[in-house]
């Protein structure tokens, strides 16, 4: 019987190299009463997952690769301004870690999380209305790990799930991963139409309902106190569960927006059991340490961590405890005012321009906080109405955008489109929405 060998991803014939595409398998076929040059390849496609079927490379990852064009100006990515780290205070927070707890830090941890980090963000959070312990929450690396986590303990392939029409783009690609049909819920500047939103859970009666209720991805959107409060008679009238994911809810400009649904579910008997709440500090502190965590019913959470122990062990010990001793020291409000200060300035610059530069070609509202500007093509004067074909446009003027239709689950408009501000000055912001004026 030949003896059966498969490489992959090269293989040698004869002394030769063959280098083989990640999707072939190569099956050498070895006879033991033949020269051991002699091998025969048999070559067949890679069996991938079926789930695989569900979902796209992320349209905004691929736009980056036209973003090497000397001189261009990116609107499209959802970064923080790097020149917004505090650097000196983060590495005071590495030196602490390094110097008080090296061994804590640099060794492996519990998978719910590094305590101090858990005690750290129970305080932060009591800062903001809500009443958890540090066991009642988990720490994940960063938010999007949390939104798969429960895409895992929660969807079985054809569970529907709610979302808004637009919504984040990983989200929608991270529950189809799990075989999510997702049903789209419209919104306008006041978050998610709660009255269409009964109407779709009655209908539906989905496994949960996703929401980015303040200052939202990619609408800017923020859901009023109102409709808040709505969301939790929803959740307790239909016994449904509600995704709260809040990333962006400390980059407010003026006004703080309402509180966030977990803190205002202490108003609404029974609804604190059916929220899942998900927070970050990427945008605010920074994306590198990867550090979220997620605050959900004590079931949840157990199966969460169970399924975290299988992807990742644990978020790194080492950027929590830095994490840990940055909030400890007390840097986070300041750091926080900057950062607000400086957007703020941005987005009241990036909307004087494209009401200047765009006029009645586009309509918008004026976001209060976040990173985005959710801007939709009228048409009028004879403009293009295809965001697609004016991103195009766009590039070859030297400025990046992402068209909207990707973050929509179902029937896209695709007349919207996404720019941040956050990784512009000012004076970017004004040179990059001028050339947006000439590709219109």
Same mark, same amino acid.
Do not use: H, N, R
């Given at each position: 019987m030949p003896e059966l060998h498969r490489l992959w991803p090269r293989a040698r014939v004869g002394g030769c190299r063959l280098e083989l595409c990640a999707e072939t398998l190569v099956t050498m076929v070895r006879y033991p009463f033949l020269n051991s040059s002699l091998t025969f390849l048999y070559w067949a496609p890679m069996q991938f997952a079926d789930r695989l079927n569900n979902v796209e490379t992320s349209a905004i990852r691929e736009l980056f690769k036209l973003l090497g064009k000397p001189g261009i100006i990116s609107f499209a990515g959802g970064f923080p301004d790097s020149a917004m780290f505090d650097v000196a205070g983060i590495k005071e927070a590495v030196n602490l870690a390094l110097t008080q707890e090296p061994g804590a830090a640099l060794q492996y941890g519990a998978t719910e999380g590094y305590n101090p980090l858990r005690e750290q963000?129970?305080?932060?959070?009591?800062?903001?209305?809500?009443?958890?312990?540090?066991?009642?929450? +988990?720490?994940?690396?960063?938010?999007?790990?949390?939104?798969?986590?429960?895409g895992k303990t929660? +969807?079985?392939?054809?569970?529907?799930? +709610?979302?808004?029409?637009?919504?984040?783009?990983a989200t929608i690609q991270c529950f189809r991963l799990y075989g999510a049909e997702l049903i789209s819920a419209p919104i306008d500047a006041d978050g998610v139409k709660t009255d269409e939103l009964e109407k779709l859970i009655a209908e539906h009666k989905p496994k949960f309902v996703y929401l980015i209720p303040t200052f939202g991805n990619p609408s800017g959107a923020t859901l009023s106190l109102e409709r808040r409060k709505k969301v939790l008679e929803l959740a307790v009238k239909y016994q449904t569960l509600i995704v709260e994911d809040d990333p962006y809810g400390d980059l407010y400009f003026n006004k703080a927006p309402p509180p966030s649904i977990l803190s205002l579910s202490k108003d609404v008997p029974g609804s604190r059991e059916l929220i899942a709440h998900c927070g970050s500090l990427s945008k605010v502190l920074s994306p590198g340490l990867r550090v979220g965590w997620? +605050?959900?019913?004590?079931?949840?959470?157990?199966?969460?961590?169970?399924?975290k122990q299988f992807s990742d062990a644990h978020t790194s010990t080492f950027a929590q405890a830095t994490a840990a001793h940055y909030l400890k020291a007390g840097r986070m409000p300041a750091t926080l005012a900057n950062v607000r200060k400086v957007y703020g300035e941005r987005a009241v610059a990036m909307g004087a321009a494209l009401k200047r530069e765009l006029g009645d070609a586009i309509e918008f509202t004026q976001p209060q906080g976040g990173l985005f500007f959710w801007v939709r093509l009228t048409g009028a004067g004879g403009n293009t109405k295809d965001a697609g074909e004016f991103a195009k446009r766009a590039i070859e003027k030297g400025v990046a955008f992402v068209p909207g239709a990707p973050f929509y689950a179902a029937d896209p408009d695709v007349a919207t489109f996404r720019l941040s501000f956050a990784t512009a000055d000012v004076g970017k912001i004004e040179e990059g929405v001028g050339r947006l004026g000439k590709a219109i």
């Open positions: 963000l129970s305080a932060f959070m009591k800062s903001k209305g809500v009443d958890v312990s540090p066991e009642g929450l +988990i720490v994940t690396t960063g938010s999007q790990q949390a939104l798969d986590l429960l929660m +969807i079985s392939p054809g569970d529907k799930v +709610i979302v808004e029409a637009p919504t984040f783009l997620m +605050i959900a019913p004590a079931e949840l959470l157990a199966k969460a961590t169970m399924c």
